[in-house]
């Protein structure tokens, strides 16, 4: 891949759309979790089934981005966004489906496919670093990263829509709604022309890409970035309701929930132009600093009011700002023609990330004391250890990176 000059006409109206359509994987992704009280309720299920039915489908985007990584690299972006829409739409309705019977087994099963929607991340990336010469890449892996924010229209408006139109017409609308956008990408999407397609068989294309040292330095810092946001965001409602029953119903969590995302969204493209600028290790570290400093206030507990509203938007302003660093690096060191491969496994590992939080919370819930204080301490350190490894790593040129995929 070669820097772009001048003529590359219409790269951030190509961006823009790659946004919107993973704004629309990420509503469809995050569905279920908006609803996490009705299921609970309708279907009596306890602490260790609802951490279940929320870490299901995180686990399945997660690891489904390490191939749909590879197959950007392969079929370009324009063809991927498409399929991976249009191939989650049954999904969604069989999350409908099994809301409607009550069925826990058949959601889990649903949610398991309902994952597909989130491997959307891992398309955009490779799509949106070739419009951009490698100096304006965290920016443009910013800018689409906002699509992120998917998952706050997921929390505004799907228990809005439940209460409105009713269960099954939401997730009608949804399934619609991603088929119209698969549509629209089909025919108004294209690819960057410094993009070339990578040949090779995708098996040995992703083995290629775990060949480099930067794939798994990488991986392990988005893990807790990326991670610790998939996490809150999907956790979210279901520890204020928990912790803050009496303050905090369930449209109320699902508002909080969005203002967390929308505040991570903004951040991201913020911690990109700053990674862009100042370097992405300095940015990185700082905001691992924020991240254990704010879980450690969270594990106190505070009143529930301005202190804790506060302190989860300055949590998710401060994940943003890494999530957006630690992609500036990605674009700069991987080979030109593994971008989308790397890409791929790092945002798996980020996925990866938000599947045991959930998990691990619901295992160290404390119902003597209502308290997740454990779960978020374990945060606190893994932030600490995070931010030492980050201090760590060196940047190596381009050069010693392509050798290493060689070997």
Known sequence: MTEQPA?????LGQVLLATLASTTGFWAWMSISPLQKTYATEMGLNEGQISLMLATPVL??????????AMTDRLGGRRMFAYVLLGAVPAVLLVALAGSLKSFWLLIGAGFYLGVAGTIFAVGIPFSSAW???????????????????????????PRLAAGIGYLNTHLLIAAVMAVMAVVVWFCMKESPAWQPNPRPVVPVVLGALKLPITWQ??????????????????????????????????????????FVIAAVIARPIGGILADKLGAKLITVISLVGVAALAWVVSLQPPEGIV???????????LGVGMGSVFGWVPRLAPADKVGSVSGVVAAAGGLGGYFPPLVMGATYNPQTNSYALGLWLLVITAGLAMVLALLLQRRPRSSVEESAKA
Do not use: C, E, H, W
């Open 7 to 11: 003529v590359y006409q219409g790269r």
């Open 60 to 69: 399945v985007g997660a690891l489904g981005r390490v191939l749909t990584g």
């Open 132 to 158: 951009y010469p490698p100096g304006q890449r965290g920016f443009a892996n910013g800018v689409f990263g906002m699509g992120m924010i998917g998952t706050a229209v997921s929390a505004f408006l799907t």
């Open 218 to 259: 990488m991986s392990f810092l988005y893990a807790i970035v990326f991670g610790g946001f998939v996490a809150f965001s999907t956790y979210l409602p279901k520890y204020l309701t928990t912790v803050y029953p009496d303050q905090v119903d369930q449209i109320g969590a699902g508002t909080r929930m969005g203002s």
């Open 308 to 318: 804790t509203g506060a302190t989860f938007l300055a949590m998710a302003a401060a």
